[in-house]
């Protein structure tokens, strides 16, 4: 890039600005009912959150130092094997604490560059939905629905094989240089970056590392490092970045070039993207010319049907980002609730550990109360006091990931269930019978009403507050006419503390 980009990094790599990304790193890695410390992975320097914690405001001098002085170089990532949802194993790149406090301050410092590319035009700023600011999996949920009720329902549901493992470096460098230049101090950190090797979850032998092995075997296990000739790290911020910016070329040429040949609507998420028609034959024109363009990047298409396929909507379902489409509706997708029972399932079970003391009903309405309404709402949200509005980020819950669906029915039907395994449970464990109207005196939220609140919210309209708090990133399509008042959460984590003591 030019000289005035490097002159911004020099900015954001203060000290200070280091120090407030850990803090943030920190805070997003606390739970609120969680007690003891932030959940901070160690990466392979065997540095521990605490050690860090302690010497915080002396690494991130040293940090700064390095970082301005160009000398910067990230470590090899300790690698760990996680399930895939649809099955198999996925790996995910583990970094350092230090690591991870540059990842997130290059990405702050560099993201307005990368976006002007993004957002060229209104038409390519709908297309990629994944690792940017304002764009979710909901909102590509949402562009979908409005695509299918134009007429747009025969569609290329396509995945791109290893997409993550084997991006070009060569091409990915030329990328890089294109945009910020060929020596200047984002383009020397990014290559870095995705140079940085890793270290196996699993030695020779076949035994699985632990999380504390690098605090104890030092120095790193530079024999076993593996060398990183193509693709890139996932699981940290950058990583997602660099993939919006190795796909953007062909983002630009499905828009620009393959939409004058065929009437289409094109929606991204990562690696994962949708190409809805109006005609079904076209389909195989399209998914032949988009597999050779892919290839001219140095990516493959899978061939597995249940990968790649083709999608008549008026006579099948298409899912896409943990969704799934009719010609009528937004529906949850199978999977993922049967994950969001599974987890309601785990709550139950833990129910008799919880000291609530030996009264059923008392034990009851505290379950419902604390637990089963937090799984529902999530944390709260900061309310403005002058306007009434929600203050920054949006709390994080199940119903607002899945808030756009359009089947109530589908969470009418879940609510049912909680209904019915609480009372299964409650009578086999303390021969309490439960009806409706109990659930309801022990002030149930159900999904429903989480539903129809979330659909009802406003955004802080203050400019103070948006200034401070940084704007709200809302995956709702609905303009918002109300409010909810956020939940006391400190007063809960003292009973919680009292209880568990």
């Given at each position: 890039?030019?000289k005035?980009?490097?002159?911004?990094?020099?900015?954001?790599?203060?000290?200070?600005?280091?120090?407030?990304?850990?803090?943030?790193?920190?805070?997003?890695?606390?739970?609120?009912?969680?007690?003891?410390?932030?959940?901070?992975?160690?990466?392979?320097?065997?540095?521990?959150?605490?050690?860090?914690?302690?010497?915080?405001?002396?690494?991130?001098?040293?940090l700064?130092?390095?970082?301005?002085?160009?000398?910067?170089?990230?470590?090899?990532?300790?690698?760990?094997?996680?399930?895939?949802?649809?099955?198999?194993k996925?790996?995910?790149?583990?970094?350092?604490?230090?690591?991870?406090?540059?990842?997130?301050?290059?990405?702050?410092?560099?993201?307005?560059?990368?976006?002007?590319?993004?957002q060229?035009?209104?038409?390519?700023?709908?297309?990629?939905?994944?690792?940017?600011?304002?764009?979710?999996?909901?909102?590509?949920?949402n562009?979908?629905?409005?695509?299918?009720?134009?007429?747009?329902?025969?569609?290329?549901?396509?995945?791109?094989?290893?997409?993550?493992?084997r991006?070009?470096?060569?091409?990915?460098?030329?990328?890089?240089?294109?945009?910020?230049?060929?020596?200047?101090?984002?383009?020397?950190?990014?290559?870095?970056?995705?140079?940085?090797?890793?270290?196996?979850?699993?030695?020779?032998?076949?035994?699985?590392?632990?999380?504390?092995?690098?605090?104890?075997?030092?120095?790193?296990?530079?024999?076993?490092?593996?060398?990183?000739?193509?693709?890139?790290?996932?699981?940290?911020?950058?990583?997602?970045?660099?993939?919006?910016?190795?796909?953007?070329?062909?983002?630009?040429?499905?828009?620009?070039?393959?939409?004058?040949?065929?009437?289409?609507?094109?929606?991204?998420?990562?690696?994962d993207?949708?190409?809805l028609?109006?005609?079904?034959?076209?389909?195989?024109?399209?998914?032949q010319?988009?597999?050779?363009?892919?290839?001219?990047?140095?990516?493959?298409?899978?061939?597995?049907?249940?990968?790649?396929?083709?999608?008549?909507?008026?006579?099948?379902?298409?899912?896409?980002?943990?969704?799934?489409?009719?010609?009528?509706?937004?529906?949850?997708?199978?999977?993922?609730?049967?994950?969001?029972?599974?987890?309601?399932?785990?709550?139950?079970?833990k129910?008799?550990s919880?000291?609530?003391?030996?009264?059923p009903?008392?034990?009851?309405?505290?379950?419902?109360?604390?637990?089963?309404?937090?799984?529902?709402?999530?944390?709260?949200?900061?309310?403005?006091?002058?306007?009434?509005?929600?203050?920054?980020?949006?709390?994080?819950?199940?119903?607002?990931?899945?808030?756009?669906?359009?089947?109530?029915?589908?969470?009418?039907?879940?609510?049912?269930?909680?209904?019915?395994?609480?009372?299964?449970?409650?009578?086999?464990?303390?021969?309490l019978?439960?009806?409706?109207?109990?659930?309801?005196?022990?002030?149930?939220?159900?999904?429903?009403?989480?539903?129809?609140?979330?659909?009802?919210?406003?955004?802080?309209?203050?400019?103070?507050?948006?200034?401070?708090?940084g704007?709200?990133?809302?995956?709702?399509?609905?303009?918002?006419?109300?409010?909810?008042?956020?939940?006391?959460?400190?007063?809960?984590?003292?009973?919680?503390?009292?209880?568990?003591?």
């Open positions: 890039m030019s005035l980009l490097d002159d911004i990094l020099t900015e954001y790599f203060q000290p200070e600005k280091l120090k407030a990304a850990f803090e943030a790193y920190e805070r997003q890695k606390t739970d609120f009912l969680q007690q003891g410390e932030p959940k901070v992975q160690m990466g392979v320097d065997g540095i521990s959150y605490q050690t860090f914690k302690k010497e915080l405001d002396l690494r991130c001098q040293l700064s130092s390095r970082l301005l002085k160009g000398t910067y170089q990230f470590y090899s990532f300790r690698e760990i094997e996680i399930p895939k949802p649809s099955g198999g996925r790996i995910l790149s583990i970094a350092t604490i230090r690591d991870v406090i540059v990842q997130k301050v290059l990405y702050d410092a560099i993201y307005k560059e990368i976006e002007k590319d993004f060229a035009t209104s038409r390519l700023d709908k297309v990629s939905c994944a690792y940017r600011k304002g764009k979710s999996a909901p909102y590509a949920a562009l979908i629905h409005v695509y299918i009720k134009q007429g747009f329902i025969f569609a290329l549901d396509a995945d791109i094989v290893k997409f993550f493992d991006l070009s470096h060569e091409y990915l460098f030329r990328i890089i240089e294109k945009k910020f230049g060929q020596d200047t101090l984002a383009s020397k950190l990014l290559k870095r970056f995705i140079k940085a090797g890793g270290l196996p979850h699993k030695n020779q032998r076949g035994k699985t590392y632990g999380y504390r092995f690098f605090h104890h075997h030092k120095p790193i296990l530079n024999n076993q490092r593996i060398i990183r000739t193509q693709g890139i790290p996932q699981g940290g911020v950058l990583s997602g970045m660099l993939a919006n910016l190795y796909l953007h070329e062909f983002d630009c040429w499905v828009i620009n070039d393959l939409s004058k040949k065929y009437p289409l609507r094109y929606v991204r998420y990562a690696d993207f949708v190409i028609l109006k005609q079904q034959e076209l389909i195989a024109l399209v998914h010319e988009v597999a050779q363009k892919l290839q001219d990047i140095k990516l493959e298409l899978h061939t597995n049907e249940s990968k790649t396929k083709y999608v008549d909507i008026a006579q099948d379902f298409l899912e896409f980002v943990g969704f799934q489409f009719t010609l009528e509706h937004i529906k949850v997708k199978p999977a993922n609730i049967l994950r969001f029972q599974e987890r309601i399932i785990e709550k139950i079970n129910e008799p919880y000291k609530t003391g030996e009264i009903k008392r034990r009851f309405r505290f379950f419902i109360k604390y637990v089963i309404n937090r799984k529902v709402t999530g944390r709260g949200e900061q309310i403005c006091n002058v306007c009434g509005g929600v203050v920054g980020e949006r709390v994080k819950s199940w119903m607002g990931f899945f808030m756009v669906i359009t089947d109530i029915q589908q969470i009418r039907e879940l609510d049912k269930w909680i209904r019915k395994e609480v009372s299964q449970h409650f009578y086999k464990e303390y021969k019978r439960l009806k409706k109207s109990e659930f309801k005196k022990a002030g149930l939220i159900t999904l429903e009403q989480e539903y129809y609140r979330l659909h009802k919210r406003k955004s802080c309209s203050c400019e103070k507050c948006n200034s401070s708090s704007a709200i990133n809302d995956n709702n399509p609905v303009q918002d006419t109300g409010v909810r008042q956020p939940l006391c959460w400190n007063f809960i984590l003292n009973i919680f503390k009292k209880i568990f003591k």
